[in-house]
């Protein structure tokens, strides 16, 4: 059944603006496409078959794999697109860290043979970084958003939509390391585990010196990064993923391989997606702590803060999964706590106390309403958005207003490059529309 809206019609007209950045989303999906990269002799990565890479290493007596996958599933499939290429027996599974999607298939790997399975330590006692905190129906990951509206995750295809993020293939570290890094020879292949905290404080990098070969983990992805994510989880160490970059950087990698995404190959191409990460991040961090040092508040340096044109438009710095705006917000509470200086926001008004004047002064529901459907038609989505949470916060239940908000959010999801903010977008107005339906019977 249609929604039709108190403006009359089932949809609002498309304002005439720019849907360039959900183009190039979904131009960005290429890089998940399935296959076996070769990343150099004896070392091939699996991407596209599950949310994460799959690196397989080998070995004089058998093979080596890095990263497992999202669940069993998953990882079966990706033994069957290894073929003969991967050897038994797994000799051992290295672990980058603990998320699910990069742990969940090692049953499958392990098999009947008992590799050792290494981690850093901050491993074991790691949380899983799951979604926590959400409101209104928003996910980040559009798990449930319909085939017509989902593009990816920005980096990843999905995030459990076909097959769930399960702990069902989850195996736990036989051998674990604390500090900096370890050296080992696991049968026959020298190898150097390198801690990494960026996206986890947990990450390891793997480092395969004789063949010149970095597989990152999460340190490192062909999009700006999650710094402070809108599901729900702290905000990332900007300081320590710096420092983490900076010791990669020093390898000299010949081929990188992230965490997520195709390979990056070429002593040069490494270093420099390496280089151009680093000061990325490094450009916000030193630009939001200068603003803190200067009085400033977050408002005012998310509309300050901007990357220079020649790391803006560098590709592995586009805002598929992270943007500079929520970054500069992680950073600042991280370092200046919440409080932005304002008196007035010692003890604000509550979100309803301030609706209250606020439609009082526009002269009533009735009227912020049709202000907000006005606003609608004018294709201003997100001054829409919020003039309908000012009649949502007096009447919870007015249709109208929901309607409102729908379009407003549907607007606002399909001008976004950004895959969690355009998942959110419209899985929170997918609720809303189910609430009418629901409460319309």
């Known amino acids: 059944m249609a929604i039709v809206s108190t403006l009359g019609m089932t949809d609002p007209p498309l304002a005439a603006d720019d849907f360039s950045g959900r183009d190039k989303l979904k131009a960005h999906s290429a890089e998940f496409q399935k296959r076996v990269e070769n990343v150099t002799e004896g070392v091939y990565t699996a991407v596209g078959y599950s949310a994460s890479n799959v690196t397989l290493i080998h070995a004089q007596t058998g093979s080596i794999i890095v990263d497992t996958s999202a669940n069993p599933v998953d990882a079966k499939a990706i033994v069957a697109a290894f073929g003969d290429r991967m050897t038994r027996p797994v000799c051992a599974i290295i672990y980058t860290h603990n998320h699910p999607d990069h742990t969940g298939g090692a049953t499958v790997f392990v098999g009947n043979d008992k590799p050792e399975i290494y981690s850093h330590k901050l491993l074991v006692m790691a949380k899983p970084d799951t979604v926590r905190g959400q409101r209104d129906g928003g996910d980040v990951f559009g798990t449930a958003l319909p085939d017509d509206q989902f593009i990816n995750v920005g980096t990843q295809l999905e995030y459990g939509r076909v097959t769930p993020h399960t702990r069902e293939g989850f195996l736990p570290p036989t051998q674990t390391f604390d500090g900096e890094e370890q050296s080992l020879e696991i049968a026959g292949v020298p190898i150097r585990l390198i801690h990494t905290p960026g996206e986890a404080d947990e990450n390891i990098s793997v480092w395969l010196p004789d063949r010149k070969v970095l597989i990152a983990g999460d340190v490192l992805l062909k999009t700006f990064p999650n710094i402070a994510p809108l599901r729900g989880v702290p905000a990332r160490p900007v300081e320590k993923w710096i420092a983490s970059l900076e010791k990669l950087i020093a390898l000299d990698a010949r081929v990188v391989v992230p965490g997520h995404m195709g390979t ?61 705006a929520w970054a500069v917000r992680g950073i600042y509470q991280q370092n200046a706590g919440w409080f932005d200086g304002n008196p007035a926001h010692i003890f604000p008004l509550t979100e309803k106390q301030r609706a209250e004047k606020l439609v009082a002064m526009a002269g009533g529901t009735a009227k912020m309403l049709g202000n907000a459907e006005t606003s609608l038609a004018a294709g201003e989505f997100q001054w829409a958005a919020e003039q309908a949470d000012y009649v949502l916060a007096l009447e919870p239940r007015s249709g109208g207003a929901m309607i409102v908000k729908i379009h407003a959010l549907r607007e606002l999801g399909e001008r976004q490059m950004n895959a969690t903010a355009r998942n959110y977008y419209l899985t929170v107005a997918q609720c809303l529309e189910q609430r009418i339906k629901f409460r319309d019977g």
């Open 264 to 324: 990056i190959a070429g002593a040069y191409e490494g270093k420099e997606a390496l280089t151009t990460y680093r000061d990325g991040i490094k450009f916000v961090y030193e630009k939001t702590m200068e603003g803190i040092t200067n009085g400033k508040t977050a408002d005012e340096l998310v509309q300050e803060i901007r990357l220079p044109a020649e790391l803006a438009q560098h590709p592995y710095l586009q805002e598929y999964y992270g943007t500079v």
